[in-house]
């Protein structure tokens, strides 16, 4: 399962990165950049919640 | 040319008032108007919520406080090391050098190392706690929550835990000469502390020197081959300038965000009360903290290009406050701002920033913050304040001299 950033609607608000600094960082044009989008089964649970919170929907889960 | 700006007249941010209540001085800045100008202060005031986060994420208001510095030859021979140092630090950056810096960082941020830390918090706080209560202490500042991210950053970096208390002078020195705090004795304790600073230099140089020859699991290994593709590695200078931000990110910020919040407890003892009987609250309880009472009362912004916000005209060389403590009271945002309310839900507050800035350290401060919080509570049933608290005056920092408490069984 991969999780990737729609960068067309992403703010830059970086609540994905507050809350996984190792997955995603804030690009140079101000929008989310997924550095690490393997999800495994054990932060499965953490990527869904941060998927969840993200302020303007644009983040998911891939390839199930 | 006379520009006339909607205005913040009067209010002085460092004056006895507003450091002691930054929040009800800022109340009626932000009423007037979310954007103002403050010829006291010659800065562009954002104290609305919204204004407050676009400022966070727009691409015109630039970090880089230091390259300007340099190119313009206004630094002395003293401070020059110490500002090219500050040059490589992310959060003076701005793209493309901010991103290579940040991408590397994340790599020495994994979230399962963080979380691994937790145990080693716990550990810490309690036995700053047993010597506390032996020794019949009342400052919980000095005893407890100063010590504690020293240390925490010690062990991240891979040091001998006998040296945190080395990390804990250095920082006090760091933010001496980054950002002048030391009031009148400054320029004697400045010379001293750039002495310290080359101290940490050496010491540094040192982990990296041992992290290179034997890696391990810490941060310093990782900086060294942090396996990203694409990005060039760090040289020996740059992990140096990575150790010392997070050092200085790590430390004032995490004393003062525990300290406000037991002294928010402490103040609404009701919420503390709540608190006690269910610690399931304590994260929760820790959003609202850095909402209600965080440690960065404002982050500084150069405005590079020009800007509109909310009918004002940012012109480029001007500078922009971002005021979190205006913005996390924003009625607008927030129902009862004005009210301290442990189980807020939900509690967007600006205290770790937003856009590519924000906090890298942020689960790391919580983390540490919970432990505190929910260790101090436990630990000093009836705990109360034994004194009324004062402020340092300081513009960014919300910060309190010492907080001096009482609990039951408190030793004479």
């Given at each position: 399962v991969k999780v990737a950033a729609r960068r067309s609607t992403c703010e830059g608000g970086a609540a994905c990165m507050l809350a996984l600094p190792d997955r995603f960082i804030i690009g140079d044009d101000g929008k989310a950049v997924v550095i690490d989008d393997e999800v495994d089964e054990d932060d499965y649970e953490d990527v869904a919640a941060v998927i969840r919170n993200c302020p303007t929907n644009s983040l998911r889960m891939t390839g199930y | 040319v006379t520009v006339a700006y909607p205005g913040a007249p009067g209010l002085d941010l460092l004056s006895p008032a507003a450091t002691e209540d930054p929040y009800a001085s800022l109340a009626p800045v932000r009423a007037a108007s979310p954007v103002s100008y403050s010829e006291v202060h010659r800065a562009w005031l954002l104290t609305g919520h919204q204004v407050t986060a676009w400022g966070y994420t727009a691409r015109q208001l630039s970090s880089d406080r230091i390259r300007p510095l340099l190119a313009r030859g206004e630094i002395g021979p003293d401070s020059a090391r110490i500002m090219e140092m500050m040059r490589d630090w992310m959060v003076l950056s701005d793209p493309p050098a901010h991103t290579r810096l940040r991408r590397i960082a994340a790599a020495a941020f994994k979230s399962r190392r963080i979380a691994q830390l937790g145990e080693h918090i716990t550990a810490r706080v309690d036995s700053l706690l047993d010597e506390f209560i032996a020794t019949g202490q009342r400052d919980l500042i000095e005893h407890v929550t100063h010590p504690l991210p020293g240390s925490v950053i010690a062990e991240l970096l891979g040091a001998p835990p006998a040296d945190s208390d080395r990390f804990r002078e250095w920082s006090d020195e760091l933010a001496l000469v980054a950002f002048g705090t030391g009031g009148e004795h400054r320029d004697d304790r400045h010379v001293r502390a750039l002495h310290g600073l080359e101290e940490m230099f050496g010491y540094f140089r040192e982990l990296i020197g041992a992290a290179r020859s034997r890696p391990g699991d810490n941060m310093i290994s990782v900086l060294l081959d942090p396996q990203v593709p694409g990005v060039a590695p760090l040289d020996d200078d740059e992990i140096l300038s990575m150790c010392a931000l997070l050092l200085f990110a790590g430390h004032e910020t995490t004393i003062n965000s525990i300290a406000n919040g037991v002294l928010a407890l402490l103040t609404h003892p009701a919420e503390l009360a709540r608190l006690t009987a269910d610690l399931s609250l304590v994260p929760a309880a820790v959003e609202e903290i850095l909402r209600w009472d965080g440690p960065i009362k404002l982050v500084v912004r150069w405005i590079t290009d020009e800007a509109e916000v909310d009918g004002n005209v940012l012109r480029p060389g001007q500078r922009a406050y971002l005021v979190n403590a205006a913005a996390n009271r924003d009625p607008g945002i927030f129902d009862r701002a004005g009210e301290f309310d442990i189980t807020r839900s939900p509690n967007p507050h600006l205290a770790f920033g937003r856009g590519m800035h924000a906090c890298i350290g942020a689960q790391l401060a919580r983390l540490e913050m919970r432990v505190a919080l929910e260790r101090i509570v436990t630990r000093l049933?009836?705990?109360?304040?034994?004194q009324p608290v004062q402020w340092h005056s300081s513009l960014a920092s919300r910060a309190l001299t010492a907080l001096p408490v009482e609990y039951d069984g408190t030793r004479p």
């Amino acid at each position: 399962v991969k999780v990737a950033a729609r960068r067309s609607t992403c703010e830059g608000g970086a609540a994905c990165m507050l809350a996984l600094p190792d997955r995603f960082i804030i690009g140079d044009d101000g929008k989310a950049v997924v550095i690490d989008d393997e999800v495994d089964e054990d932060d499965y649970e953490d990527v869904a919640a941060v998927i969840r919170n993200c302020p303007t929907n644009s983040l998911r889960m891939t390839g199930y | 040319v006379t520009v006339a700006y909607p205005g913040a007249p009067g209010l002085d941010l460092l004056s006895p008032a507003a450091t002691e209540d930054p929040y009800a001085s800022l109340a009626p800045v932000r009423a007037a108007s979310p954007v103002s100008y403050s010829e006291v202060h010659r800065a562009w005031l954002l104290t609305g919520h919204q204004v407050t986060a676009w400022g966070y994420t727009a691409r015109q208001l630039s970090s880089d406080r230091i390259r300007p510095l340099l190119a313009r030859g206004e630094i002395g021979p003293d401070s020059a090391r110490i500002m090219e140092m500050m040059r490589d630090w992310m959060v003076l950056s701005d793209p493309p050098a901010h991103t290579r810096l940040r991408r590397i960082a994340a790599a020495a941020f994994k979230s399962r190392r963080i979380a691994q830390l937790g145990e080693h918090i716990t550990a810490r706080v309690d036995s700053l706690l047993d010597e506390f209560i032996a020794t019949g202490q009342r400052d919980l500042i000095e005893h407890v929550t100063h010590p504690l991210p020293g240390s925490v950053i010690a062990e991240l970096l891979g040091a001998p835990p006998a040296d945190s208390d080395r990390f804990r002078e250095w920082s006090d020195e760091l933010a001496l000469v980054a950002f002048g705090t030391g009031g009148e004795h400054r320029d004697d304790r400045h010379v001293r502390a750039l002495h310290g600073l080359e101290e940490m230099f050496g010491y540094f140089r040192e982990l990296i020197g041992a992290a290179r020859s034997r890696p391990g699991d810490n941060m310093i290994s990782v900086l060294l081959d942090p396996q990203v593709p694409g990005v060039a590695p760090l040289d020996d200078d740059e992990i140096l300038s990575m150790c010392a931000l997070l050092l200085f990110a790590g430390h004032e910020t995490t004393i003062n965000s525990i300290a406000n919040g037991v002294l928010a407890l402490l103040t609404h003892p009701a919420e503390l009360a709540r608190l006690t009987a269910d610690l399931s609250l304590v994260p929760a309880a820790v959003e609202e903290i850095l909402r209600w009472d965080g440690p960065i009362k404002l982050v500084v912004r150069w405005i590079t290009d020009e800007a509109e916000v909310d009918g004002n005209v940012l012109r480029p060389g001007q500078r922009a406050y971002l005021v979190n403590a205006a913005a996390n009271r924003d009625p607008g945002i927030f129902d009862r701002a004005g009210e301290f309310d442990i189980t807020r839900s939900p509690n967007p507050h600006l205290a770790f920033g937003r856009g590519m800035h924000a906090c890298i350290g942020a689960q790391l401060a919580r983390l540490e913050m919970r432990v505190a919080l929910e260790r101090i509570v436990t630990r000093l049933p009836g705990l109360r304040l034994a004194q009324p608290v004062q402020w340092h005056s300081s513009l960014a920092s919300r910060a309190l001299t010492a907080l001096p408490v009482e609990y039951d069984g408190t030793r004479p």
